[in-house]
């Protein structure tokens, strides 16, 4: 257990709906990382957030939004939904200034299928 | 570009013998780390061992080993004594800043 915590655990939705998925930091990290497994592949870095900013985003199109909270909590948002988007979606948390290579700990993951 | 590749999709072996994953790597980074996860079935990705690149001497963690090669960017798991539990996907996976960047994987199976 990292102490990540993600919700849901599985999401159904349909195709142009919209979407937000959760992620609970471990204790003391302000950084947190989303990322996109489709299946049989490795996870790809969509963005990062560090104190509440943007730190960084991988090639994910605008839909692909975040947010952080105070607390470091994050949210994912997605819109326009396409079923491409259907994947696992794994949160990872870390401290530090996210300028810095550290050890990132992962969360269970929501898996997205979209209809 | 920040590339990692593994080269080996699936991989078996008995219990209680030995298994090595490879994985190579390209970056121009000096100060970054490499990573094994391991992501089984209930897909939980958990941190197997770390190597930071400035450190000469490969990293241990009980069961689990690497191989750092810095001058051929080559940084392989080596796994003793093969266990039940051990049956998972395996990424390398490399960070010279901000982000993770995963290999494709390694299905390996332990096999009874």
């Known amino acids: 257990e990292t102490g990540v915590t993600q919700s849901p655990t599985h999401l159904i939705k349909t195709r142009g709906q919209q979407v937000t998925l959760r992620c609970s930091s471990q204790?003391?990290?302000?950084?947190v990382s989303w990322y996109q497994q489709a299946l049989g592949q490795g996870p790809q870095f969509i963005f990062q957030?560090?104190?509440?900013?943007?730190?960084g985003r991988g090639n994910f199109p605008p839909r692909f939004s975040g947010l952080q909270f105070p607390n470091y909590s994050s949210e994912l948002n997605v819109n326009a939904l396409e079923l491409d988007d259907s994947a696992l979606y794994l949160c990872?948390?870390?401290?530090?200034?996210?300028?810095?290579?550290?050890?990132?700990?992962f969360g269970p993951g929501t898996r997205l299928t979209v209809l | 570009a920040q590339t990692v590749t593994q080269s080996q999709p699936e991989m078996s072996v008995q219990e209680a013998e030995t298994v090595t994953l490879s994985c190579t790597y390209d970056?121009?980074?000096?100060?970054?780390?490499l990573f094994w996860y391991k992501q089984p079935p209930s897909r939980q990705m958990i941190l197997v061992i770390r190597?930071?690149?400035?450190?000469?001497q490969n990293a241990t963690e009980n069961r689990f080993s690497v191989n750092f090669q810095k001058a051929a960017k080559s940084f392989s798991l080596k796994i003793s004594d093969s266990q039940l539990g051990d049956t998972a996907m395996y990424f390398c996976?490399?960070?010279?800043?901000?982000?993770?960047?995963f290999g494709a994987g390694t299905i390996l199976r332990v096999k009874s």
């Open positions: 990872a948390s870390t401290v530090g200034s996210g300028w810095a290579p550290d050890t990132q700990y």
């Open positions: 204790s003391g990290h302000n950084t």
């Open positions: 957030y560090y104190r509440e900013e943007e730190n």
């Open positions: 970056t121009s980074e000096n100060n970054y780390y």
């Open positions: 190597q930071e690149a400035y450190k000469q």
């Open positions: 996976a490399f960070i010279g800043g901000n982000k993770l960047v």
